[in-house]
């Protein structure tokens, strides 16, 4: 080998050298800012401002009719609450929707995979603010509402048109919002 | 009592990796060459650790094992009625069991390392053995203050919770550990990269010391991703085996930045060059898989492994790394310019095609990277996107098809300086061939172009493997060119499974009832029935499905709807029917209602994948040649050891005769 070749060749520039740790300080920040942000895990429905999906389901339990979209094309809003008797935060919300049923909202459930016998169980323990109850057995209205859990409420305008999602329990504090969209889709 | 003695165990690794990272650096206070007093305790505390962080995390196996409820981490992640094989898996099927995985298998490596290595000087050992006790304590002051695997609960639960039936399977078995040895066998050789920096002793002879913990890293990384593609595969239901996930992408990064260390060390083992871009690799590689463990366990990023989130882990994690990362690029900066570039050499070269390919490695990384953190940027800005194969499959494939062009072509050129135009004839045949199967796919009907330019690459590539066998002696190629050649092989092999696949798949989704048929890809799938079964932990709908191609004997098929009751989850159980040509892969789905002939109908989804099995083969055999090129470095290493002990024995003998030849002579 000649010497030429062997000559040392100039050190590599100094500022390429710290744009490894530049990039990684910019990233660290970003995940810095992101563990600050509080995470929402929800699922939000793309059929806000959309019709119901078409669709008619069989009664849950032998108390209240079965529910069809026909249903929500009488004018007046309404409370579509999606729920389960083996879901226990449905039993947290059961309160506040008899409280909203109280103030002359019309609530209409649909039971997710659910067994008549437990629904009317559910219903003579936390109460029945339903004034219909669809059985939806294998999810198909529920994933067709964009709702990927339960509880959920849906605030349907009097054209059928979906105008709110509201996820998880209703806690008495989220009630006067329930009111107020209902008011507005009024 | 067992789940205290390896809390106990865990605090005295912990004060021991203190003890390491304290002597190491103390040593290199010392002027070189001077033995430094403190160093005697190094390595005694890397291997006496290693056997703690063990001991700790087999306590942890036997309270799993004999599901000892009253530990918190058991309660809740595994149950007393589960097979006990899932029992022992449900250890690491969890964010703190699977934390005290990785640190026994850090302390592990670490030992070895201290035990085994003697060719670095002292000084780059104990630096090195400072910076791997500073990434162990990390680790321990983790899982002691914010992930406690033995917490116990005050009163014992009667039952456990149960382990998330999709972690029930073999495949979990073997898939996380795997790679979990990956990852830690880069912290060995960041910690080398980085005691090699700190002493300025980026040489060949560091190179070759660090090698094998890069090739042992990348072997198992690539098993581990294999197996965790194929786990996807059949238990997901989805019928893909790669999705782009960010745990994916989480293991897929550190191979890459792997793959290219591998090859950058060898050029800087064999002609000291790429001084600088090996130690940076070996910063990169290793940041790659904190990284990964940090975007997985922080909660940042959503991906169906998430394990449970809590912001005070990510804060913690988010330390350890901007410590860690942080620091060593800190010193990679300050000491790069102080260490020479090494040799040169010629653009038509092997070490030419080896640099190439590692930017393309590295470009590849940089996209992998970016769509994994996109999201994560987005989302600062309140919009949520999710990145997917529209984005990675075309602009990876931009830096992935020049790769593949010259890795067929790099291994037939000299080392230093060569001319294209020796190794004309090799390029035209390997041309031919390629542009002989497109034209016979572009022949055979309309495909993607991606799958089409996938096969014609394997194809070229396949045959480019074997030609730096050509005009040799077979029996004296030494084992690591066959592992070389075996593994490019390998790749060839993978890339040709996955463009087979994406070109000819065949999909089918009908609502059949019983008694129906379906066609696909040449086979015949006919619904039999669809009966409930149950299992230890699950009840299930199963369908029984024959298939049968051009008339053969029928082979039953039999996919499940699962629903697991503790904890409840439904899952769908794939039914595979391998043949040499491919997998015929049946999902059965809900109930569809009742179809006009008054029969229940269900949901029936078929794939005929040809060659699709060939992805994984790729993946073993890329792994097989890494193991074989492991054996050829260990056999050379161990050849040499002996003949340079033979050596010094020879010198002694003719020494200790020399000497008693003088000292007989008078006598006489």
Known sequence: MSGSETAAPPPIRRIWVWAPLVLFAAFGALAAFMLTQPKDEFVHSQMIGKPLPEFALRAASDSRPGVSIDHFRDGTPKLLNVWASWCLPCIAEAPQLEELRASGVEIVGIAIRDRPQDVANFLSRYGNPYSRIGADDLSAVQLELGSSGVPETFVIDGNGIIRHQHIGDIRASDVPTLLEKLAEAR | MIAEIGHAALWLAAALAILQMVSGALALREAEGAPSPYALYARPAAVVQAFLAVLAFGTLLYSFAVTDLSVKLVATNSHSMKPFLYKLTGTWGNHEGSMLLWVAVLALSGGLLAFAERRLPERTMSATLAVQGFVAMGFYVFLLFSSNPFERLPVPALEGVGLNPLLQDIGLAVHPPTLYVGYVGLSVAFSLAMGALITKAVNPNFAKVMRPWVLGAWVFLTFGITAGSYWAYYELGWGGWWFWDPVENASLMPWLAATALLHSVSVLAACDALRTWTIMLGVVAFSMSMLGTFLVRSGVLTSVHAFAVDPERGTLLLILLALYIGGSLTIFALRASSIAEGKRFTATSREGALVFNNVMLCAILAIV??????????????????????????????????????????????????????????????????????????????????????????????????????????????????????????????????????????????????????????????????????????????????????????????????????????????????????????????????????????????????????????????????????????????????????????????????????ATEPAE
């Open chain 2, 369 to 662: 990277l970016l769509g994994t953190l996109y999201p994560l940027l987005t989302e600062a800005f309140d919009v949520r996107v999710s990145v997917g194969p529209p984005y990675f499959n075309p602009v990876g494939a931009i830096f992935a098809i020049p790769m593949f062009v010259v890795m067929a072509v790099g291994p037939l050129l000299r080392w230093k300086d060569d001319k294209v135009a020796r190794v004309q004839p090799e390029l035209a045949v390997l041309a031919a061939v390629a542009l002989l199967v497109i034209a016979l796919v572009v022949f055979l009907g309309d495909y993607p172009l991606l799958p089409i330019l996938g096969l014609a690459l394997a194809s070229a590539l396949a045959l480019a493997a074997f030609l730096p066998l050509r005009g040799r002696k077979l029996t004296r190629v030494p084992t690591a060119t066959w592992g070389m050649v075996v593994a490019h092989f390998g790749v060839a092999v993978a890339l040709f499974g996955m463009a087979s696949e994406g070109a000819f798949t065949e999909e089918r989704l009908a609502a059949v009832s019983p008694g129906g048929a379906e066609e696909i890809g040449g086979w015949t799938v006919q619904l039999e029935s669809v009966d409930p079964v149950s299992g230890p932990n699950w009840t299930a709908i199963e369908a029984r499905i024959s298939a049968s191609r051009s008339g053969s004997e029928p082979v039953i098929l039999a996919p499940q709807a699962r629903n697991f009751w503790s904890p409840p989850q439904a899952t769908s159980e794939s039914a595979l029917l391998t043949r040499w040509d491919g997998q015929l892969y049946a999902v059965i789905g809900d109930g569809a209602g009742i179809g006009p002939d008054g029969q229940q109908r269900w949901q029936l989804r078929v794939w005929w994948k040809p060659f699709v099995t060939f992805i994984w083969y790729g993946g073993v055999l890329v792994a097989m040649g890494g193991i074989l090129s492991f054996i050829g470095r260990l056999q050379v290493d161990l050849r040499r050891r002996k003949a340079a002990r033979l050596g010094a024995e020879r010198r002694m003998d003719q020494a200790a005769l020399a000497l008693s030849r003088t």
